[in-house]
């Protein structure tokens, strides 16, 4: 279920009265289709979209977006609920845990969890994942027992990527999801709004509470032509990107639309999507159309297919729509592309990469090409670079870099070691990975370089930070499609172009690659694999979730103090954050994922990748009670033993990139009180709201400029705190000078109750404890 602003109220009105004007003519919602093959007894309910767009037309009185049409479709009706939920390990643990501490017995709509996040990549795929099956076995068993305690589906190690699994099991046309990952908009390749969120939002779903999101702007992007030859889906992101930044989309839902719709895979436009995350987007999402059909019905769906087809006037945008910014992107004409490094939104077309990499200092030596992850591991992803291998090989080619891929998910494993791809791989001296998310998320046992080492690594992922993928800031990597990273690996060079160039080969004749070629679906049908879903059991009651109090991976939740009623008043600046500042930065992955279920143990990470503004250094700031200077982490320790609350200043999009709410939760846990920034990435500012943090912005971003680390601030208003009303930040300067900075913010009354209370959480198990109560 879904509140957007009060449209809700209205429609929820307007439907009473529509049902007592029902006649007796067939209505969508006589057929009941399941959402899923697993969850038999949750049904799709186009009826309710059907109902809503009525009332919605009557008021709007104009042709709606295709993402209008799924949004005002899904406002909140809390009886008749077909939103669904997904997390990811990493994220699931802190999920869980908040949702132990809500007072709720069973999840109110379907959610499943997934383990894909703690697999590290080291020598392949078996050996790993049998590794992290040991050295995980206590977060493994308490996920499998919670999810089984609150009637959760669980996907166990070595199932696959969580948004490859979504699509192949979950996602439909017209669906609502939330996910715990900010890769979830994956599922728009199947004509669903699927949006990228903190654990908090998760739980407050969870527990059936409507989910809040401010009404989106809508990007068309219009594509014509078709994509052929070297161009790939990927290519259709990786321009977009460049189009609008990593910051671009924020606010915004990207629809895709026009006639170069149809030469797209499902699988593609699922990878188009996916990394619309890259931009800031809310989500991305394509029209229903028969790749769709074919997608479905090749994952035993034909059922969903088929009542889609009936309700497809509805799954696409009305003739007329019109859109908040068009892009036009023009198929036939479209080159690839390959963007980073350190950034995704540096797009450079393939014709023009050697120069830049020559013009910029680039690495030229590519010491790893990976391909995989949950942007680009489809059948067709794979079957296409199993070609260019076979090609290669077959000419006597060997790689010039190393060469990892990994498997989306276990059907896609089956299949493609079914129908000889791995062996092509295998057999040309690729490593397939475990069906995780592996090295794109930071899971890479990395030997080949020293950490401090310049390098380049060319991958099919779709996020570059700096550091990510291996902790090496002096990696460059750069994001590409599997096929152009293929071809890349066995040149082992950024100057190459495999449209134009040759190779030469061991008897001396030049080789040039074809234009690669696969299979949007395998011809035999897929190969489910090894069953790896874990149902929840008939009998929940006698299930006992599993958390050693003596455990250094998980931590129960002990709730955060309400606000205190009073204006917030000399607050030492913790860090003036200067540039990107990403969650990557605030809360790193790689080597800290094993701590995301234990809150004291994973804050040591808070800030430590950030750049101090004062000294140009990453995790190194001046602690203003004795002036020494320590690490982020422990001087917003000794802050908070002192009983000191402390702020952030941060630059523009700050906490872009994941949707991981341990970013928010860590400064709550070290005695943050606010965080204010030019701009944020909407995912984090919601996050750090549902902790009781007080995001908020410069209402003019040079204010900035006039905030020093060595500062103490007032936060004035907050006693008066109230919807679209400005605060103001009293700066104190060292010097003993003053200036007053007006600051905003987008807090609603609820979300102001949530910080009341100290987190949204605390609202709701006082809630929950209240209902008890009156129905004891």
């Given at each position: 279920?879904?509140n957007?602003?009060k449209a809700?109220?209205?429609?929820?009105?307007l439907?009473?009265?529509?049902?007592?004007?029902?006649?007796?003519?067939?209505?969508i919602g006589?057929?009941?289709v399941?959402?899923?093959?697993?969850?038999?007894?949750?049904?799709i309910?186009?009826?309710?979209?059907?109902?809503?767009?009525?009332?919605?037309?009557?008021?709007?009185?104009?042709?709606l977006?295709?993402?209008?049409?799924?949004?005002?479709?899904h406002?909140?009706?809390?009886v008749?609920?077909?939103?669904r939920v997904a997390?990811?390990?990493a994220?699931?643990?802190?999920?869980?845990l908040?949702?132990?501490?809500?007072?709720m017995?069973?999840a109110?709509?379907?959610?499943?969890?997934?383990?894909?996040?703690?697999?590290?990549?080291?020598v392949?795929?078996?050996?790993d994942l049998?590794?992290?099956?040991?050295?995980?076995?206590?977060?493994y068993d308490?996920?499998?027992t919670?999810?089984a305690?609150y009637g959760?589906?669980?996907?166990?190690?070595g199932?696959?990527i969580i948004?490859?699994?979504?699509?192949?099991?979950?996602?439909?046309?017209g669906?609502l999801?939330?996910?715990t990952?900010s890769?979830?908009?994956?599922?728009?390749?199947?004509?669903?709004i699927?949006?990228?969120?903190?654990?908090a939002?998760?739980v407050?779903?969870?527990?059936?509470?409507?989910?809040?999101l401010?009404?989106?702007?809508v990007?068309?992007?219009?594509?014509?032509g078709?994509?052929g030859g070297?161009?790939?889906?990927?290519d259709?992101?990786?321009?977009?990107?460049?189009?609008?930044?990593?910051?671009?989309?924020?606010?915004a839902?990207?629809e895709?639309?026009?006639?170069?719709?149809e030469?797209?895979?499902c699988?593609g436009m699922?990878t188009?999507?996916?990394?619309?995350?890259?931009i800031?987007a809310?989500?991305?999402l394509?029209?229903f159309?028969?790749?769709?059909?074919e997608?479905?019905?090749?994952?035993?769906?034909?059922?969903i297919?088929a009542?889609?087809?009936?309700?497809?006037?509805?799954?696409?945008a009305d003739?007329?729509?019109?859109?908040d910014q068009?892009?036009?992107?023009n198929?036939?004409?479209?080159e690839?592309?390959?963007?980073g490094?350190f950034?995704?939104?540096l797009?450079t077309?393939?014709?023009?990469?050697?120069s830049?990499?020559?013009?910029?200092?680039?690495?030229d030596?590519?010491k790893?090409?990976l391909i995989?992850?949950?942007?680009?591991?489809?059948?067709?992803?794979?079957?296409?670079?199993?070609a260019?291998?076979k090609?290669?090989k077959?000419?006597?080619?060997e790689l010039?870099s190393?060469?990892?891929?990994t498997p989306?998910s276990?059907?896609v494993?089956?299949?493609?070691a079914?129908d000889?791809?791995?062996?092509?791989?295998?057999s040309?001296?690729g490593i397939?990975?475990?069906?995780?998310?592996?090295?794109?998320i930071?899971?890479?046992?990395?030997?080949?370089?020293?950490k401090g080492?310049?390098?380049?690594?060319?991958?099919?992922y779709?996020?570059?930070?700096?550091?990510?993928n291996?902790a090496?800031?002096a990696?460059?990597a750069f994001?590409?499609?599997?096929d152009?990273?293929?071809?890349l690996?066995?040149?082992?060079?950024?100057?190459?172009?495999?449209?134009?160039d040759?190779?030469?080969t061991?008897s001396?004749?030049p080789?040039?690659f074809?234009?690669?070629?696969?299979f949007?679906?395998?011809p035999s049908g897929?190969?489910p694999g090894?069953d790896?879903?874990?149902p929840?059991?008939?009998?929940r009651?006698?299930v006992?979730?599993k958390?050693?109090p003596k455990?250094?991976?998980?931590?129960l939740?002990?709730?955060?103090?309400p606000?205190?009623g009073?204006d917030?008043?000399?607050?030492?600046?913790?860090?003036?954050?200067?540039?990107?500042?990403?969650?990557?930065?605030?809360?790193?992955?790689?080597?800290w994922?094993?701590?995301?279920g234990?809150?004291?143990?994973?804050?040591q990470?808070?800030?430590i990748?950030?750049?101090?503004?004062?000294?140009g250094?990453a995790?190194k700031?001046?602690?203003?009670?004795d002036?020494?200077w320590?690490g982020?982490?422990?001087?917003?320790?000794?802050?908070?033993?002192?009983?000191i609350k402390w702020?952030?200043?941060?630059?523009?999009?700050y906490?872009e990139?994941?949707?991981?709410?341990?970013?928010?939760l860590?400064?709550?846990?070290?005695?943050?009180?606010?965080i204010?920034?030019?701009s944020?990435?909407?995912?984090?500012?919601?996050?750090?709201?549902?902790?009781?943090?007080?995001?908020?912005?410069?209402?003019?971003?040079?204010?900035?400029?006039?905030?020093?680390?060595?500062?103490?601030?007032d936060i004035k208003?907050v006693e008066?705190f109230?919807?679209?009303?400005?605060?103001?930040l009293?700066v104190?300067?060292?010097d003993g000078?003053v200036d007053?900075?007006?600051?905003?913010?987008?807090?609603?009354?609820g979300?102001?109750?949530w910080?009341k209370?100290?987190s949204?959480?605390?609202?709701?198990?006082?809630?929950?404890?209240?209902?008890a109560s009156?129905?004891?």
């Open positions: 279920m879904l957007i602003n809700a109220d209205a429609v929820r009105a439907r009473h009265i529509a049902k007592g004007m029902a006649t007796a003519a067939p209505r006589d057929t009941k399941a959402m899923s093959l697993l969850e038999k007894n949750a049904f309910n186009y009826q309710r979209i059907e109902d809503n767009l009525v009332i919605v037309r009557e008021r709007l009185n104009r042709p977006t295709l993402s209008e049409k799924i949004l005002y479709g406002l909140d009706d809390p008749n609920q077909d939103i997390c990811q390990d994220t699931a643990q802190m999920a869980l908040q949702f132990m501490s809500a007072g017995d069973t109110a709509v379907p959610t499943t969890v997934h383990c894909d996040h703690l697999i590290e990549a080291q392949g795929g078996v050996k049998a590794r992290a099956i040991s050295i995980n076995k206590e977060v308490f996920l499998a919670a999810t305690k959760l589906g669980f996907w166990k190690p199932s696959g948004h490859q699994i979504i699509l192949e099991n979950y996602a439909f046309p669906g999801m939330i996910g990952d890769h979830t908009p994956n599922a728009g390749g199947l004509g669903m699927a949006c990228g969120v903190g654990g939002d998760a407050d779903v969870m527990a059936g509470i409507p989910w809040e401010k009404c989106p702007k990007i068309g992007v219009n594509l014509t078709k994509i070297w161009t790939t889906p990927k259709v992101i990786l321009k977009v990107a460049g189009i609008l930044t990593v910051k671009g989309g924020t606010g839902i990207v895709y639309t026009g006639s170069g719709v030469s797209l895979s699988t699922a188009i999507c996916n990394m619309g995350a890259e800031g809310t989500t991305s394509f029209p159309n028969e790749r769709m059909t997608y479905l019905n090749a994952t035993k769906r034909p059922e297919a009542y889609a087809k009936q309700f497809s006037h509805n799954l696409k003739k007329g729509a019109e859109y068009v892009i036009e992107i198929l036939s004409e479209l690839p592309h390959i963007n490094p950034t995704p939104d797009a077309p393939i014709s023009k990469l050697a830049e990499a020559k013009k910029n200092g680039w690495p030596e590519i790893v090409g995989g992850s949950c942007t680009n591991s489809s059948y067709e992803d794979m079957s296409r670079s199993a260019l291998f090609e290669a077959d000419a006597g080619l010039k190393k060469f990892t891929v989306g276990e059907q494993r089956a299949t493609i079914r000889g791809q791995i062996e092509a791989f295998e040309a001296g397939v990975l475990a069906n995780a998310c592996g090295p794109c930071g899971q890479w046992d990395r030997q080949d370089v020293k080492e310049p390098n380049t690594i060319v991958t099919s779709n996020r570059n930070f700096t550091g990510r291996d090496n800031p990696t460059h994001v590409a499609s599997p152009i990273v293929t071809a690996a066995f040149a082992g060079s950024l100057s190459f172009n495999p449209l134009t040759s190779i030469p061991p001396g004749k080789f040039k074809s234009s690669p070629s696969g949007a679906l395998p897929y190969d090894e790896t879903f874990q929840p059991p008939e009998d009651a006698s006992q979730v958390v050693d455990s250094d991976r998980l931590q939740l002990k709730p955060f103090a606000w205190d009073k917030p008043k000399d607050l030492p600046v913790l860090i003036k954050v200067a540039g990107k500042c990403t969650t990557d930065h605030i809360s790193a992955g790689g080597p994922l094993k701590y995301r234990h809150l004291e143990n994973i804050s990470n808070c800030l990748g950030a750049i101090n503004s004062e000294n250094e995790n700031v001046q602690n203003q009670l002036g020494t320590g982020v982490p422990q001087v917003a320790a000794a802050y908070r033993s002192a009983g702020v952030v200043i941060g630059d523009h999009n906490g990139g994941s949707s991981r709410e341990h970013a928010a860590e400064p709550r846990f070290l005695g943050g009180a606010a204010i920034v030019r944020f990435a909407r995912i984090h500012e919601t996050n750090l709201k549902k902790q009781g943090m007080l995001a908020l912005t410069f209402v003019n971003p040079e204010d900035y400029d006039k905030i020093k680390g060595t500062d103490k601030v208003g008066t109230a919807p679209g009303k400005n605060l103001t009293v104190k300067h060292t000078s007053e900075i007006p600051l905003a913010h987008s807090f609603n009354e979300q102001i109750e910080f209370a100290g949204a959480l605390n609202l709701m198990a006082a809630r929950a404890k209240a209902r009156g129905s004891a």
